[in-house]
DNA sequence: CTAGAACCTCAATCAAAGTTGAGGTCAAGC
DNA sequence: GCTTGACCTCAACTTTGATTGAGGTTCTAG
């Protein structure tokens, strides 16, 4: 074996992926893309410090909260020296993807609370309904049409 | 021409994707994808009933609550004959949407409850941080691993 | 020593929601 | 009659976040 097998200090991937619940080819692909490290035994096999469960976790929090992976991975790198983050850095990060958060939810209810005006009145006018027309969710997934345009006067409103 | 000029009682494809805010692009894969349909005309052109238009909206606003297209196909093929909702239809899809709207919104609510928690902590164990570990928000992209496991007692935790 | 589990790489595939481009037709104005 | 813009189809490509499979190595237990 490489290094002791009762020192634990290290993981394979078969463990991080364990622990973490993420799959092992979810881990190489982080590996990919940048979010996490492994030294390579002699035998070319994979070995996560313990503080890449740290560093995982907080990556699949941020995916939860919204945040894509290549923001996560900025957000990562920022950090002096790419060293997991601590204490401190942890509160730096959540405090932006609360704040991230927030907006998404405040953007949401919103909307909710546009649908509830417009279910009664049953307008669907792209011109007039403020539903169809307002706080555009930017970019809530790859590229696409985001522009909501202009419109003439004479359109169908309130089915 | 095909109608008569001054009868807009139809529009065609780029008078829809004006009014409507979508590019025309999109509203061909809408049609192949079986949301909106059209007449041809004479030359293969296709020519949308005005009423399109507010079917057009529809998708949009539901899209925007987050509802994937085919869900929104499933729900609008559900309508007797086809046809474009009326008043009483949207009401209904709309009671739905605003369901999952709310829930969606739960959610989020919940994630940053906990989120707002564990920035004090640090705590990034995957075994202990409810961050880490419940309401999972299934399904937000695609395939994916969404299974959070188990984990023994001595991992890391509170950095 | 050998079987089988776990690991490796690399390329292909998936899913959603479209966009882009090539190559060709249709319609309207001058 | 011709040019220009809008339209047509079909196939290929885009992005994100991975999964799947082929083909091959390494590690561990018996």
Same mark, same amino acid.
């Given at each position: 074996?490489?290094?002791?097998?009762?020192?634990?200090?290290?993981?394979?991937?078969?463990?991080?992926?364990?622990?973490?619940?993420?799959?092992?080819?979810?881990? !190489?692909? $982080?590996?990919?893309?940048?979010?996490?490290?492994?030294?390579?035994?002699?035998?070319?096999?994979?070995? $996560?410090?313990?503080?890449?469960?740290?560093?995982?976790?907080?990556?699949?929090?941020?995916?939860?909260?919204?945040?894509?992976? #290549?923001?996560?991975?900025?957000?990562?790198?920022?950090?002096?020296?790419?060293?997991?983050?601590?204490?401190?850095?942890?509160?730096?990060?959540?405090?932006?993807?609360?704040?991230?958060?927030?907006?998404?939810?405040?953007?949401?209810?919103?909307?909710?609370?546009?649908?509830?005006?417009?279910?009664?009145?049953?307008?669907?006018?792209? #011109?007039?309904?403020?539903?169809?027309?307002? !706080?555009?969710?930017?970019?809530? !997934?790859?590229?696409?049409?985001?522009?909501?345009?202009?419109?003439?006067?004479?359109?169908?409103?309130?089915?």
């Amino acid at each position: 074996m490489d290094t002791v097998a009762w020192n634990k200090s290290e993981l394979t991937v078969g463990e991080l992926s364990q622990r973490s619940g993420v799959a092992v080819s979810a881990l !190489h692909f $982080y590996e990919r893309q940048g979010l996490i490290t492994s030294r390579r035994t002699s035998g070319n096999q994979r070995r $996560y410090r313990r503080a890449t469960l740290r560093r995982v976790a907080l990556i699949r929090i941020a995916q939860r909260v919204g945040i894509p992976l #290549a923001e996560i991975n900025r957000a990562l790198a920022s950090l002096p020296d790419g060293r997991t983050p601590n204490q401190k850095d942890w509160e730096q990060l959540s405090q932006q993807w609360r704040r991230d958060l927030d907006a998404r939810i405040q953007r949401l209810q919103q909307l909710r609370d546009d649908f509830t005006d417009c279910i009664g009145c049953g307008c669907l006018s792209l #011109a007039r309904c403020r539903l169809a027309n307002m !706080h555009d969710e930017l970019g809530e !997934h790859g590229p696409g049409p985001r522009r909501l345009i202009e419109q003439g006067p004479n359109d169908t409103c309130c089915v």
